[in-house]
T-cell receptor
Framework: AQTVTQSQPEMSVQEAETVTLSCTYDTSESDYYLFWYKQPPSRQMILVIR??????QNATENRFSVNFQKAAKSFSLKISDSQLGDAAMYFCAYRRPGNQFYFGTGTSLTVIP | DTEVTQTPKHLVMGMTNKKSLKCEQH?????MYWYKQKAKKPPELMFV???????INESVPSRFSPECPNSSLLNLHLHALQPEDSALYLC????????????FGNGTRLTVT
């Protein structure tokens, strides 16, 4: 069974600084997809960034980027120039084609003004 | 703006009541999902519909009954719920079951008294 591990239940970052959230996963598949979702107190799960396993290049979306290490089965999220609106619960997720999503346990990010 | 709309936003019901949660998307997505989420936990998959047919039921108790009247609508009928069923119920959709990300609604906060 696929598992997704987020080892940091809580993280904090000063406004305008950079923070990295870690995620590891367990799979024997070679073709899969990875995602980071953000869930602010407003409760909607918002897609932050996605990565296809077959792509070596790390995905980037504005201030959000990932460090995808396929051999190490690691998929960390870097948030640059942190803003107050980045405060949220962040979930890492794994999907094998044709299969369901597997979510990590989440990291609660606090942004300190 | 959310492209997946859920109603109602909040629902309080007694254990003998019958109620329904509704979800609507107009993105042309062919897969729709129901998730249950407890506070500070990741979403737990309940049901998946693909092309309006139930494809996954994660051993959900029969007091939860899903329905997909058409490709844009997804309902969750509730009957004889227990207090432990109180949670945030999230609807999501995806373009396909292969590689697409989930797009979530804002959820329905359900309280069973």
């Amino acid at each position: 069974a696929q598992t997704v591990t987020q080892s940091q239940p809580e993280m904090s970052v000063q406004e305008a600084e950079t923070v990295t959230l870690s995620c590891t996963y367990d799979t024997s598949e070679s073709d899969y997809y990875l995602f980071w979702y953000k869930q602010p107190p407003s409760r909607q799960m918002i897609l932050v960034i996605r990565q296809e396993a077959y792509k070596q290049q790390n995905a980037t979306e504005n201030r959000f980027s990932v460090n995808f290490q396929k051999a190490a089965k690691s998929f960390s999220l870097k948030i640059s120039d942190s803003q107050l609106g980045d405060a949220a619960m962040y979930f890492c997720a794994y999907r094998r084609p044709g299969n369901q999503f597997y979510f990590g346990t989440g990291t609660s990010l606090t942004v300190i003004p | 703006d959310t492209e997946v709309t859920q109603t109602p936003k909040h629902l309080v019901m007694g254990m003998t009541n019958k109620k329904s949660l509704k979800c609507e998307q107009h993105m042309g997505h062919r897969a729709m999902y129901w998730y249950k989420q407890k506070a500070k936990k990741p979403p737990e998959l309940m049901f998946v519909y693909s092309y309006e047919k139930l494809s996954i039921n994660e051993s959900v108790p029969s007091r939860f009954s899903p329905e997909c009247p058409n490709s844009s609508l997804l309902n969750l009928h509730l009957h004889a719920l227990q207090p432990e069923d109180s949670a945030l119920y999230l609807c999501a959709s995806s373009q396909d079951l292969i590689r697409s990300p989930l797009h979530f609604g804002n959820g329905t906060r359900l309280t069973v008294t």
